[in-house]
């Protein structure tokens, strides 16, 4: 005669549910430190990234202002980490290099600081938030929005800057349009060459989620 499992009391399945729970609860726990984890390796990796880039073309100022370096970290960490991690990366790389160099000058560091800000808050928030799909479409869209931004903050700042600093320098539309467009154009060319690359061959290569796969 075969001997009947035990029947489930109220208790036993109150228990039995209470263990499933605390089991998932702590697999998405570890998960999301795991998450955690990997998005603050990466950051620290764009600041210093940020620190060392413009070393490359630092011998020659007028190549520098127009590939603008530090740009790229501060846009790949905002596809890749999110806008929080990008925001800061892009407000601390100007500033830290012009704390140890003195290079970007103080008024430039600050402008940039801003401008980079605008970039890692922007490119983060388009592409992780406010796109339901992450497709190269969608990517292109977030990185040339955040780009437009990025440029109409510095603008913005510099004009503040020109009218409560003398020695910050006169700022002009004529500036504004040479500086944000008709010098960085081999800048926004790399970038919309290089940024999008890197993030298609992290995803495809499995070293980076994209947003929608991610479970934090």
């Known amino acids: 005669r075969r001997l009947k499992p035990p029947r489930q009391t109220f208790a036993t399945k109150a228990f039995a549910h209470e263990a499933r ?8 726990g570890i998960c999301m430190h795991r998450n955690q984890i990997r998005r603050l390796t990466l950051t620290a990796m764009f600041i210093a990234l940020g620190y060392l880039l413009p070393f490359l073309t630092g011998q020659i100022p007028q190549i520098g202002k127009a590939l603008s370096p530090m740009h790229i970290p501060v846009l790949l960490c905002g596809f890749l980490c999110g806008w929080p991690y990008a925001l800061a990366v892009g407000f601390i790389a100007p500033l830290l290099r012009m704390v140890m160099f003195g290079m970007p000058p103080f008024y430039v560091a600050i402008a940039m600081a801003f401008e980079l800000l605008t970039y890692g808050l922007v490119s983060g928030i388009m592409y992780r938030k406010v796109f339901k799909k992450q497709t190269v479409g969608t990517l292109y869209g977030s990185l040339l929005i955040a780009m437009v931004a990025g440029r109409i ?3 913005i700042v510099k004009v503040i800057l020109s009218g409560i600093a003398a020695d910050a320098g006169a700022f002009t539309f004529a500036a504004f349009i040479s500086g944000a467009l008709l010098n960085a154009i081999p800048g926004i060319v790399v970038q919309l060459i290089l940024v999008p690359a890197v ?18």
Not at 21 to 28: A, E, K, M, N, V
């Open 153 to 155: 903050v510095w603008g």
């Open 21 to 28: 729970t605390l089991g998932i609860f702590l697999s998405g």
């Open 199 to 216: 993030v298609v061959a992290l995803q495809k290569a499995k070293l980076i989620e994209a947003p929608s796969a991610e479970k934090a």
